[in-house]
Every structure is written in C-alpha cells, then in structure tokens.
C-alpha cells in the first residue's frame, strides 16, 4: 500500500530579542506571530539566511538592524487560510526558528501587520498569545534559553 505524501510550505522565523525581551507581531488576521514568513517559489536556491532578510524589510522596515544568530527550534504548524480564489484550505507549515538580537534601527509594520509588542522573555505566558505549533515553538525557544 502506498502512503500519501503530506506537503509542507517552509518558512523561516526570528525570535528578536531585545534586552530581556522578545518581538511578536499581529498580523491582519488577527493572530500574533513571530518576524519572518514563507519562501517563495523562486527562492529554492536562496539562503535562509537571505529569505529571513527579505521578510524582516518587508515586516519590519528597511531600517532595522539586527546580528542573526543560529536556528534554535523547528516547528510545524497548521491553519486554514483564505487563498486567492477565496476558498479556504488547510496549510501546514515547517518551520526553523533562529535567534537574533535586535541591534537599532525605527520598526515599521509593513502591510500584513497591525501591531506589535516587546513582552518580557522571564515573565512571557506564550499561551496568551500563539496556538498550535507556534505556542509549541515559542515554548521550546524558552526553554533552550531559559537563563
């Protein structure tokens, strides 16, 4: 018997820390989220580490500075998302969660995002903000780095 294959969209993430704290985003679907995003198609041959570059410009404007470091976690998650056509439909999503220190520099939500918090790493409750394999990803981030 042969098994179907399951299909995953991949992304990258930042945990952008800052002094104790951590970025997280809402997007304008109401959920709040970590900086970065999927690859595109014709970025197969492209760094992550180019990617990430990419989405932080494009979420968090061309003038932040930021000293990436390694990926720290690897996630899965699923949501329902509307598609283009207006259907809706199941994605999953893996993803690889990298550290990085925010160094400067003004954020400027880009379009997809309507705000944005800096909460504390030793007091955060995860499960106020993330679901699913975000909350799962954000959890193991705390743990790694638990001081």
Avoid: C
């Avoid at 944005?116 to 995860?126: A, D, G, Q, T």
């Avoid at 799962?136 to 638990?146: Q, R, S």
């Amino acid at each position: 018997m042969i098994k179907e294959k399951d299909l995953y969209f991949l992304a990258v993430k930042v945990f952008l820390e800052n002094k104790g704290k951590l970025f997280i985003s809402k997007d304008r679907f109401g959920d709040w989220d970590l900086p970065g995003g999927r690859l595109l198609p014709a970025e197969f041959n492209t760094s992550f580490e180019k990617v990430l570059a990419r989405k932080i410009k494009e979420e968090l404007g061309k003038n932040v500075k930021y000293k990436l470091g390694q990926p720290i976690v690897f996630m899965r998650h699923e949501r329902t998302e509307i598609l283009l056509d207006g259907k809706k439909s199941k994605r999953r999503i893996f993803a690889i969660g990298y550290q990085a220190k925010y160094l400067g520099g003004a954020i400027q939500l880009g379009k997809n995002h309507e705000q944005s918090k800096w909460l504390e790493i030793n007091k955060l409750k995860p499960e106020i903000y993330f679901k699913g394999g975000w909350l799962k990803g954000i959890k193991d981030y705390l743990k790694k780095t638990k001081k």
